[in-house]
């Protein structure tokens, strides 16, 4: 089990100048069976998860969006399997963006997120989201050449102005309802390596190995460098960052149902009261139906 004090931890604090070699990506619970508690409150969790979404999408009118970043190989899309595997998919919806496409590049870096953000009731995941164009981008400059900016908005304090626009679009959603859910799955580069090695020995695995991804690791401290930049301008009281450690997958996956799970709860969701005149209406309905 995960000590809630630990999960805490792993929680930034705004305006706090984030240093990454300060949190350990292989941190694991202390003691013998420690992953099998662990997997086992887990399970727990999902129930409660699946119930208090039930109240969630009943309810109508708060929503979750849950961003997930990370290195490549860092766990994302397993970790999307296990935490939403019991959740209703009417309520639940997984992004994944990739590379722009031509119509996303004739709107606003923000345009694509905006257009799939999550309805009330529901729960959004999304697998990379808008921090990729301070992430890729920022590490890759040539990229904005691509974005059909004019020249002279391409400047020097171009990164905090869209750190700017990203706590300006997360605080619209905060104050209409949407729960933020910011998390950085914070993966060593020796376990990169390792889970690259592994997808390229097992064949069931080839197919997840990307020589993308091996071209991106040789930037890996640009990449560090970003992320710190990014998650110190960004983490704020309505969207706080998570720094979770991913060497471990099953310490990740946890974390992670946790902190949704007590999210949810905290939101205080319940299904909605019936008035007197509905209940009357409901039991004349109920004779009807018996009367047949």
């Given at each position: 089990m995960i000590d809630p004090k630990r999960i805490a931890k792993f929680k930034l604090k705004p305006g706090k100048k984030v240093r990454l070699k300060d949190h350990d990506t292989a941190w694991r619970p202390d003691g013998k069976g420690a992953e099998e508690v662990t997997e086992e409150t887990m399970a727990k969790n999902l129930e409660l998860l699946n119930?208090?979404?039930?109240?969630?999408?009943?309810?109508?009118?708060?929503?979750?969006?849950?961003?997930?970043?990370?290195?490549?190989a860092a766990g994302k899309d397993g970790l999307v399997?296990?935490?939403?595997?019991?959740?209703?998919?009417?309520?639940?919806?997984?992004?994944?963006?990739?590379?722009?496409?031509?119509?996303?590049?004739?709107?606003?870096?923000?345009?694509?997120?905006?257009?799939?953000?999550?309805?009330?009731?529901?729960?959004t995941i999304f697998n990379r989201s808008h921090y990729e164009e301070v992430l890729v981008v920022k590490v890759h400059p040539e990229l904005l050449s691509k974005q059909k900016l004019p020249p002279k908005l391409i400047h020097k304090t171009i990164w905090k102005e869209r750190y700017d626009d990203i706590n300006n679009f997360e605080l619209h959603l905060a104050r209409n309802g949407t729960r933020i859910i910011k998390i950085f799955l914070h993966v060593s580069k020796d376990e990169q390596k390792r889970r690259f090695l592994?997808?390229?020995?097992?064949?069931?695995?080839?197919?997840?190995?990307?020589?993308?991804?091996?071209?991106?690791?040789?930037?890996?401290?640009d990449y560090m460098?970003?992320?710190?930049?990014?998650?110190?301008?960004?983490?704020?009281?309505?969207?706080?960052?998570?720094?979770?450690?991913?060497?471990?997958?099953?310490?990740?996956?946890?974390?992670?149902?946790?902190?949704?799970?007590?999210?949810?709860?905290d939101l205080a969701v319940d299904y909605p009261t019936v008035s007197k005149e509905t209940k009357l209406a409901f039991a004349d309905a109920r004779e009807k139906l018996l009367s047949e």
């Open positions: 119930e208090a979404q039930g109240k969630l999408f009943a309810g109508d009118q708060w929503s979750i969006l849950v961003v997930l970043q990370a290195m490549d399997k296990h935490v939403m595997s019991g959740l209703n998919p009417q309520g639940c919806h997984v992004h994944a963006f990739k590379a722009p496409s031509a119509e996303e590049l004739d709107h606003s870096f923000l345009w694509r997120c905006m257009r799939v953000a999550p309805a009330r009731g529901t729960i592994e997808r390229l020995d097992k064949p069931a695995k080839n197919w997840k190995f990307s020589l993308g991804d091996l071209a991106e690791r040789k930037f890996w401290d460098a970003a992320y710190e930049e990014m998650l110190t301008a960004t983490s704020t009281k309505h969207a706080p960052w998570y720094v979770i450690p991913a060497d471990h997958k099953f310490v990740a996956r946890a974390a992670v149902a946790e902190i949704l799970t007590n999210t949810i709860l």
